[in-house]
């Protein structure tokens, strides 16, 4: 019994220790990843940020929120709104389908819908027909695949390459086109509840309305 337990525990302890270091090295990394996020948070509120260049202030927001697209003025508009982190998360997904709107400095001060509504509507309806036309081969197995078997014999590999290649394409094409329609209505609920949602921070508005008396 001895023995068994001594066995056991020669095989057990290791394990377990090495499972401990894990989970230890974990939580430091964690504390370590919080602590940088923390930091980046205090160089982006800084006021000697602004004295610095725009390449220099565009990587550290780039930095801040681990996006090489965002810039710093999209950045410095989402910080005037509580839960930030959120709102760009959500808003580098779907940043290519929106167009920022910017005062007289070259600030961003909204947004707005890169592309009209017509075009949702057509890959909706291109969507529509190429999966339809392109899952035909798939529903008239049997006969599609006689098809291919006569242009063998006949000697047509082209119409085989045809047969083949073009409901691969016209899937692909309806896949592009459920995409746009997904980033699309994607940028409509980002927007909606971004406006309607969003509550500007205390800090935020104190500030703007400062700028305002000093502008006026």
Do not use: Q
Not at 123 to 139: D, E, K, R, S
């Amino acid at each position: 019994m001895e023995t068994a337990l001594k066995i056991i525990g020669v095989l057990i302890v290791p394990i377990l220790i090495v499972i401990l270091n894990n989970r230890l090295a974990k939580l430091k990394h964690d504390r370590e990843i919080k602590a940088e996020f923390l930091k980046l948070a205090e160089d982006l509120e800084s006021d000697e940020l602004e004295k610095r260049s725009t390449l220099y202030k565009d990587r550290l927001a780039k930095s801040a929120f681990n996006d090489d697209a965002i810039t710093y003025s999209e950045v410095k508009f989402f910080l005037n709104y509580e839960n930030a982190d959120l709102w760009v998360r959500d808003y580098v997904k779907i940043r290519g389908m929106l167009e920022r709107e910017r005062d007289d400095a070259g600030e961003v001060t909204g947004f707005k819908r890169k592309s009209h509504w017509i075009k949702f509507v057509f890959a909706l309806v291109l969507y529509g027909v190429c999966a339809f036309t392109g899952l035909i081969p798939f529903v008239i197995m049997n006969k599609y695949i006689a098809w291919m078997v006569s242009s063998y014999e006949k000697g047509m590999p082209l119409m085989i390459v045809l047969l083949v290649a073009i409901p691969i394409i016209l899937l692909v094409v309806a896949y592009l086109c459920l995409r746009y329609t997904e980033k699309y209505a994607s940028c409509g609920i980002f927007l909606h509840d971004f406006y309607k949602v969003a509550f500007k921070a205390k800090g935020a508005e104190e500030k703007n309305d400062s700028e305002v008396d000093v502008a006026a």
